[in-house]
């Protein structure tokens, strides 16, 4: 048991780490949490997967178009456009952040900014899969402990 | 003889004190059965002693030293016997003193006395020799005096002593001896009454004097004075006299003479001023009347100031009297009686106009209690001269007015006058039904005072008759007045009375009409429902051209007359008042395409061009009942469709601005500007069949076919226009139709009153998520659900939080998809509108007619500008929801959304 409590605290920590001080996550993330019942256990990683299956599709796209020899910037746009939305939904705050800038560049049609903003997409992609798989983990600890995800106001 | 028995013979009896006193100096004489004693006088000084005492009264004087005789006779009555002779023997008696001349008169007198005292047959007296002599001796006396004391028989009858003063011949000193001493004791009396007339005299100026001093109105102080200096000079005449007694002078005499002088010229001027006087004095008298008539005249005045102080009270309390009953017929018994008793009438009459005009009856009188068929034309001279006069006439005793009472033809008639009493606001009494003749109507009032007394109408009581008169109009207007008013209070309580029994049997008709036409609605309602439900069915079969036509010329009456019987329950509801707007936040922009949506097929069909128009300033959300509105507009524009075969419609919809709001006012509708309302305009202008001008007011009220023709084309406008205007009356609007005439087309237009919504600021703009926290709705359990989505994660967190809610979710991902999984089940559709969200809603409402019964269009947005909201109202979605959405969030949006049917969140 001590070992139990000690990693809801450790996760608690972890996810205040998340939220408070480096703004990875925000409020919506704790929605999510919150969806997260008997009906739809994994809820949560479902989600998280799927935004980064999602995610890794769109950055490869977006990749992709900038590699044409014409860039449809608006064919960006849309990608940017919908990984802002997923990014939304799943509360990943700092990558949100990032796509509003995305899309103001796109619209500039500037090329550079466009492509430090997809390098850092790539690069907030890779950071917030570490931390996430980190709390995943720590969460799959705690249940098969038999404890149970401390709720998230 | 005389001196024999002089000193011999003693009186019998002693009568008197001085007798026994005096027995020297008495002589008896004694003839027959009489004595009478006579006193002498002595030639000596104590006879005047004796004489004193005998008398009581002194002489003035007496001049000692004379000796008088005097002899009587008394002659004895027959009855006695005489004593010597056979004759009566004469009594002689002794005169104390010989007398003058004019003594022997004084004599005659004391004998006839004597003998009437006592009672003798015959007195006789006779004067001896001696007398002569006397006589001579006496000259020159003032007074004389002699007494005669008589006894006879064995009586003593002692008479009072005689005075006899008789004036003594003023002889001057040197008629017979000049320097003859005077008597003495005389002299003496003479001089003390001298003294004391001086005194007299001078002590009488004194207090003259001293009343004129002290007098000071005394008006003649010159008669005083002079009556003064009158009495002083006499009073010194006789002070002079005091010297002439003796020896005196000649410068005496001078002295005497010259104060007689003065006196007797001071009394001539005396009279003589008295005579002056005199009329004066008189005159004086005469003024003392005078005044004194005048103090009598002021007194009467004085009383009949009182008598009309009397009056005036009388009116006072005749007038309280009066004016202290309203009722017609009090006052005129009381102004008859109170007058009669304050003027004590014999007889007072009011004579009231008979309502034909020409006669006068008889109303009221003193004396007969209840006067019947008297009447006298009104044209009499009388009458008339009393209604031409505002003053009180004398009439003629004669007249018929005053005739009043059968007359003895004893006694002549008393007085009479007459005075007219205006009858003000004649129209409220009975006679009211007059002919306008004349403005105005008089009552008359007769006055009689008592026969036979002599009494006549004196100028105040005739004032007071007048006031009296003005008094009695006005309190008979007062009377005829509360007459009236009193009246008119009877007339308007039948009136509610009936009114009120009219309103309960009206209501009780409303309520049995509202209560059939709430049943009726209900039973038609079903069967109608089962008629175009399976119409519809029909029409999805294989049917033959012909029976298509049929099915839907079934379909659309009975759609029709679904629409009369909602129009008959509305208008019901409407009239009984039961009927209040639902007001709500409505997207008023979706209002206007949603009817354009619904009066496009047929207008496509009769191949009319519909055109909406609205104005760019029109807010796009109102408060107010979006379902009456709807109702109206359609039904206007549904008018316009049905009346029109060809040309266009054109719908235009504005805010009527405040400042030409006034252009707009007819004498129902008065709108006024305010900051939370403003008023919509709507106009319907078509080419259609129009109104001809004098149609146009019937064209509001129910069940009216203004155009026969048109009708028959096109089904009627029915109740819709009568129910239009009750339903912008309700929204404080105003609804009227304007048409150049038939075939010209026409326009409709209403103006209504509409509420900005509720924005306090900008930025919660129309979303309400977070009221009403009690009421938000919790359980969604079973609801249906579809997300559209392209963004997959999006797409399975809202879907996890609808599941979350209990929701059934169905998740699509492309609109294609959407319209090919959504039915008439699904309540509400969640959707981006990034991509073609906005042509999706289009569909939904196309596909779906009535707005309850499709799914509601909500745009889940991640963009948070403002044109993503216009867009999405615009293209007339139900809401438009801001991610991120949390479940506190849904469920309230959910809660709001099935609630309201709209949810707009701020941006």
Redesign the interface.
């Given at each position: 048991m001590d070992a139990i409590s000690q990693w809801r605290k450790q996760w608690f920590d972890y996810i205040q780490y998340l939220r408070q001080e480096k703004g990875f996550l925000d409020?919506?993330f704790v929605?999510?949490k919150?969806?997260q019942?008997e009906?739809?256990p994994d809820?949560v990683v479902?989600?998280i997967s799927?935004?980064f299956q999602?995610s890794e599709k769109l950055l490869n796209n977006m990749a992709n178009s900038f590699e044409q020899e014409v860039v449809d910037f608006k064919q960006i746009d849309a990608h940017v456009?919908?990984f802002?939305?997923?990014s939304?939904?799943?509360?990943a705050m700092r990558i949100k952040n990032v796509c509003v800038t995305f899309k103001n560049y796109c619209e500039a049609q500037n090329m550079d900014g466009c492509l430090r903003c997809l390098q850092q997409l790539q690069q907030e992609c890779s950071v917030l899969k570490n931390k996430l798989e980190k709390l995943l983990n720590l969460e799959r600890q705690i249940l098969a402990a038999g404890g149970s995800i401390p709720v998230l106001e | 003889m005389m001196a024999t028995t002089k000193s011999q013979r003693r009186p019998q009896e002693i009568p008197t004190k001085a007798a026994r006193d005096s027995d020297e100096g008495h002589e008896e004489i004694a003839m027959g059965v009489g004595v009478i004693k006579v006193p002498f006088v002595e030639a000596d000084s104590t006879i005047s002693k004796r004489w004193k005492d005998y008398g009581g009264q002194l002489l003035t004087s007496f001049t000692p030293r004379r000796e008088l005789v005097m002899s009587a006779t008394i002659i004895e009555s027959p009855s006695l016997p005489p004593t010597s002779s056979s004759s009566p023997p004469p009594v002689r008696f002794h005169a104390l003193r010989a007398h003058s001349l004019s003594l022997s008169l004084s004599l005659d007198l004391i004998v006839c006395l004597v003998a009437e005292k006592i009672g003798l047959f015959h007195f006789v007296v006779s004067l001896d020799s001696g007398f002569c002599v006397a006589s001579d001796l006496l000259s020159g006396y003032d007074f004389q005096s002699f007494a005669f004391f008589l006894h006879v028989k064995e009586k003593v009858h002692w008479l009072s002593l005689l005075w006899l003063d008789h004036l003594v011949i003023m002889e001057s000193c040197n008629c017979i001896e000049p320097q003859w001493p005077a008597d003495e004791l005389l002299m003496k009396y003479q001089y003390i009454s001298d003294f004391f007339i001086a005194l007299a005299y001078f002590s009488i100026p004194l207090e003259l004097i001293y009343f004129v001093k002290k007098s000071a109105v005394f008006p003649y102080r010159w008669v005083l004075v002079q009556f003064g200096a009158f009495i002083v000079l006499c009073g010194a005449t006789h002070l002079i006299n005091l010297w002439t007694f003796t020896m005196h002078t000649r410068t005496v005499a001078i002295v005497m003479t010259t104060a007689k002088v003065l006196t007797a010229a001071v009394s001539c001027v005396t009279a003589l001023m008295l005579v002056h006087i005199i009329p004066d004095l008189l005159s004086v008298k005469t003024r003392e009347l005078f005044l004194k008539n005048k103090a009598a005249e002021l007194d009467r005045e004085m009383g009949l100031i009182r008598t009309q102080e009397e009056t005036g009270r009388h009116v006072r309390m005749l007038t309280h009297e009066i004016r202290s009953t309203l009722d017609r017929h009090t006052i005129l018994k009381t102004t008859l009686v109170e007058l009669g008793r304050t003027l004590a009438l014999e007889e007072c009459a009011l004579w009231m106009p008979m309502r034909t005009g020409l006669e006068l009856r008889l109303s009221y009188t003193l004396r007969q209690p209840n006067p019947v068929g008297y009447t006298v034309p009104i044209h009499l001279p009388d009458i008339n001269r009393a209604f031409n006069n505002n003053c009180p006439v004398k009439i003629s005793p004669n007249s018929p007015v005053a005739r009043l009472r059968p007359h003895g033809g004893k006694y002549a008639y008393g007085d009479v006058v007459a005075v007219r009493v205006p009858l003000l606001h004649l129209s409220n009494f009975q006679i009211n039904d007059w002919p306008e003749l004349s403005t105005k109507r008089y009552a008359l009032m007769v006055l009689m005072l008592p026969a036979d007394s002599a009494r006549q109408w004196h100028v105040h009581e005739l004032e007071l008759v007048q006031v009296v008169a003005d008094q009695v109009a006005v309190a008979l207007s007062h009377a005829a007045i509360l007459e009236e008013s009193m009246r008119a209070r009877d007339l308007l309580i039948e009136q509610n009375v009936a009114l009120d029994l009219a309103r309960r049997e009206a209501e009780t008709a409303i309520r049995a009409r509202n209560d059939f036409l709430a049943v009726m609605n209900h039973e038609m309602r079903t069967p109608m429902h089962a008629i175009i439900a399976l119409s519809s069915l029909l029409q999805e079969t294989e049917l033959t051209p012909e029976q298509r036509l049929m099915v839907e010329t079934i379909l659309k009456s009975s759609n029709l007359l679904a629409t009369l019987i909602n129009d008959v329950l509305d208008l019901s509801r409407l009239e009984d008042g039961s009927l209040q707007l639902e007001k709500g936040t409505f997207n008023l922009h979706s209002v206007f395409r949603e009817v354009l949506n619904l009066i496009k097929p047929v207008a496509s069909v009769k191949k009319l061009t519909v055109t909406l128009n609205i104005a760019s300033d029109l807010s796009v959300y109102a408060v107010g009942d979006e379902k009456r509105l709807m109702q109206t507009i359609l039904n206007v524009s549904g008018n316009a469709v049905k009346f029109s075969k060809e040309g266009t419609i054109s719908m235009s919809a504005f805010v009527v601005k405040s400042e030409s709001l006034r252009e707009y006012r007819t004498a129902e509708f008065f709108p006024l500007p305010s900051d939370n309302h403003f008023y919509l305009c709507v106009q319907v202008k078509d080419t259609g069949a129009g109104i001809s001008p004098q149609d146009i007011p019937k064209i509001f009220t129910k069940f009216t076919q203004t155009q026969p023709l048109a009708t028959r084309n096109s089904g009627g406008s029915g109740l819709g226009l009568a129910i239009c205007k009750r339903f912008v009356n309700l929204m404080d609007g105003h609804i009227w139709i304007e048409s150049e005439g038939l075939g010209k087309g026409c326009t409709a237009s209403f103006i209504v009153k509409l509420g900005f919504p509720d924005r306090p600021n900008e930025s919660k703009l129309h979303f309400v998520p977070k009221v009403q926290a009690n009421h938000v709705q919790t359980n969604f359990t079973g609801l249906k659900v579809l997300v559209m989505d392209e963004n997959g994660v999006s797409r399975s967190v809202t879907k996890g939080l609808l599941v979350h809610l209990g929701c059934d979710v169905t998740t699509v991902s492309s609109s294609d998809e959407c319209l090919r999984v959504v039915s008439q089940e699904h309540k509400v559709v969640f959707m981006d509108v990034f991509t073609d969200g906005y042509e999706f809603a289009s569909h939904i409402r196309e596909r779906f007619g009535k707005r309850h019964e499709r799914p509601l269009v909500v745009a889940l947005t991640g963009n948070t500008d403002k044109s993503t909201t216009e867009n999405c109202i615009r293209f007339g979605l139900d809401g438009v929801i801001l991610k991120p959405v949390s479940i506190d969030k849904m469920r309230n949006v959910l809660s709001e959304l099935l609630e309201h049917r709209f949810l707009f969140e701020a941006m």
């Open positions: 409020d919506q929605q999510l919150k969806l019942d009906n739809s809820f479902e989600v799927l935004f999602d456009h919908q802002k939305g997923s939304a939904s799943i509360g | -």
